[in-house]
């Protein structure tokens, strides 16, 4: 835990962490503010903006890779490895933390863009398309997206140890290698991450997945991130 805290500090304490955080919660916004005046249909609506809610899973994984990367760029990773010798401690608390501000960036996300989405369908005089079980299960899968995607953002930090090469990594395993496996292999379509993931952000129809096993898929997947991660550190010459 004390591991978990000095990393929240180290984060705390950079300013593109803050900057990161401010445009992941705030950016979503003006685009969800745009988009209401163009969408009528209160389910589509609120589909929508669940949808818009998950960016800042995307920039939370960014975050994390780049505060990751950063240190063994500027050899500052030096002073945590003589202080905690067990690397993989080190690299389990960054992940912690990263999911920490993560989950509390789309926690805020959510708030602001559900909120105004909520305002301007009274006002429109529509109704909220959802049950409250299927929206607060549809943000909870936000907030499990969030803490896995900065979980794998720390592992691509660890991988190359390179701010370019983490967010390069990131977008090449997220968008590049999704989707060539997903229009190579029907199976990989059908069971594979974006499978999973749209379990947690749609809960109206059915999907291959159940909520709780699409979690799992995507909570296991970052946690295989992270451990090849945490073997690159401790081979690393830091």
């Known amino acids: 835990m004390t591991l978990v805290l000095v990393e929240l500090e180290k984060l705390r304490t950079v300013r593109s962490a803050w900057l ?16 209401l005046t163009q969408v009528s249909d209160p389910a589509t609506t609120v589909q929508d903006m669940v949808n818009l809610s998950a960016v800042p899973a995307l920039v939370a994984g960014a975050l994390a890779a780049v505060a990751c990367a950063r240190e063994f760029e500027h050899r500052t990773i030096t002073v945590a490895f ?5 690397r993989e401690r080190v690299i389990v608390a960054k992940a912690l933390a990263a999911a920490i501000v993560g989950v509390a960036m789309a926690a805020l996300c959510c708030a602001l863009t559900l ?3 909520a305002v301007w369908i009274s006002a429109d ?3 909220w398309a959802w049950s409250g079980g299927e929206t607060a299960k549809a ?4 907030l499990v997206l969030a803490a896995v995607s900065a979980i794998a953002g720390t592992a691509f930090g660890g991988v190359t140890r390179h701010v370019g090469g983490a967010i390069t990594l990131l977008i090449a395993v997220n968008f590049v290698v999704e989707g060539l496996l997903a229009a190579r292999f029907q199976v990989w379509r059908d069971y594979g991450l974006d499978a999973a993931s749209d379990a ?15 979690a799992g898929v995507m909570v296991g997947i970052s946690l295989v991130y992270l451990a090849l991660g945490i073997a690159a550190v401790r081979r690393a010459d830091v």
């Open 82 to 86: 003589m202080l905690e010798p067990r």
């Open 125 to 127: 005089g529509g109704g």
């Open 115 to 117: 909120g105004v989405t």
């Open 139 to 142: 943000i909870c899968g936000v």
């Open 20 to 35: 990161l955080f401010a445009a992941g919660t705030l950016l979503p916004l003006p685009i969800a503010i745009v988009a």
């Open 200 to 214: 947690l952000l749609e809960p109206a129809p059915t999907h291959a997945y159940t909520f709780p096993a699409g």
